[in-house]
C-alpha cells in the first residue's frame, strides 16, 4: 500500500529530509508533498504574480490564499498528515493545517519538542501520534505501513 504523506509546518530546519531519508532507507512504499518551503517564495507570490500591494495585510493576503490553494489540494490527497512545530516561530498556519487535516478525518502525526506539550495540547489531542523526533516518525509510518517495530 503506497501512503501519500504531506510535510506540513516549520520550514528553517531540515526535518522534512530526514523523513524522507529515513523512509527511503526502510525501503518504506510512500509519496511525500509539501507547502513551499522557500520563505521569500512563499510570502511574496500573491504580489510577484498578482500586482504589489502597499499594504503589508494585503500582501499576506495574497500570498495566503495563493498558498492555500496548494495546501488544501495536498491535504485532502494525503493519507497522512505529519505537521511539524519548531523551535523558533510560532507557526499558526501549522496549527491551521493540523486542524484541517483534523477536520477531514486525515490521520494526523504531529511533531515538536516535549517543551510545547502544554502550548499545542489541543492540537496533540487530534492527533493519532505525537513525535519529537523524525526518526520517530520514520518508526510510525514503518509500522503503519508494516506492522513491524523497530529492532
Not at 501519500?4 to 523523513?19: A, K, M, P, V
Not at 490527497?77 to 487535516?101: L, P, T
Not at 486525515?106 to 492540537?123: G, M, P, R
Request: overall charge negative; charged content about 20%.
Amino acid at each position: 500500500m503506497t501512503l501519500s504523506i504531506y510535510l506540513s509546518g516549520e520550514i528553517h530546519t531540515n526535518w522534512r529530509d530526514e523523513i524522507e531519508s529515513g523512509c527511503a532507507a526502510a525501503g518504506l512504499d510512500v509519496t511525500f508533498s509539501a507547502p513551499v518551503t522557500d520563505h521569500d517564495a512563499s510570502d511574496d507570490c500573491g504580489v510577484a504574480i498578482l500586482g504589489a500591494e502597499s499594504d503589508k495585510f494585503w500582501h499576506d493576503h495574497k500570498g495566503a490564499k495563493l498558498n492555500a490553494i496548494r495546501t488544501r489540494k495536498a491535504i485532502q490527497d494525503a493519507d497522512i498528515v505529519v505537521v511539524r512545530f519548531g523551535e523558533k516561530y510560532k507557526q499558526w498556519n501549522a496549527a491551521f493545517d493540523a486542524g484541517m487535516a483534523a477536520a477531514l478525518g486525515k490521520s494526523l502525526i504531529v511533531l515538536h519538542s516535549a517543551e510545547h506539550q502544554h502550548a499545542l495540547k489541543e492540537v496533540d489531542a487530534a492527533a493519532l501520534a505525537v513525535a519529537e523526533t523524525p526518526q520517530q516518525v520514520v518508526q510510525l509510518l514503518t509500522y503503519v505501513q508494516r506492522g513491524t517495530l523497530p529492532a
